[in-house]
Nanobody
Framework: VQLQACGGGLMLAGGSLRLSCVAS????????MGWFRQAPGKEREFVAT???????YYADSVKGRFTISRDNAKNTVYLQMDNLKPEDTAVYFC?????????????????????WGQGTLVTVSS
């Protein structure tokens, strides 16, 4: 199983970035996928998750600014990040786990995920 994240970079506050995560070795369409982030000196925190049905759930800190989506044909999950803020600076990780329910799966803690990508750095300057 491999999750390969990319798309990070340096952006000015107010700008946008789109992260991608390509999965291999799993039956992607049957997985809940999530994005987490970890800033220096802080714990890994939940950002967003998307169920195999397409239902989504967001952390309050990113709601209205970030959008998670998936393309099952490409085994890829995306995180569109708009109106970026300096406090969004972190290493962003994608994660996956087999679905546990039919319609939604609010998996918001790292321990709930089985597989992880290597992380991609997002830096937002003011």
């Amino acid at each position: 199983v491999q999750l390969q994240a990319c798309g990070g970079g340096l952006m000015l506050a107010g700008g946008s970035l789109r992260l991608s995560c390509v999965a291999s070795g799993i039956f992607f369409s049957s997985y809940t996928m999530g994005w987490f982030r970890q800033a220096p000196g802080k714990e890994r925190e939940f950002v967003a998750t998307i169920h195999s049905s397409g239902n989504t759930y967001y952390a309050d800190s990113v709601k209205g600014r970030f959008t998670i989506s998936r393309d099952n044909a490409k085994n890829t999950v995306y995180l569109q990040m708009d109106n970026l803020k300096p406090e969004d600076t972190a290493v962003y990780f994608c994660a996956g786990r087999p679905v546990r329910s039919v319609y939604s799966d609010h998996a918001t803690t790292p321990a709930q995920y089985n597989y992880w990508g290597q992380g991609t750095l997002v830096t937002v300057s003011s």
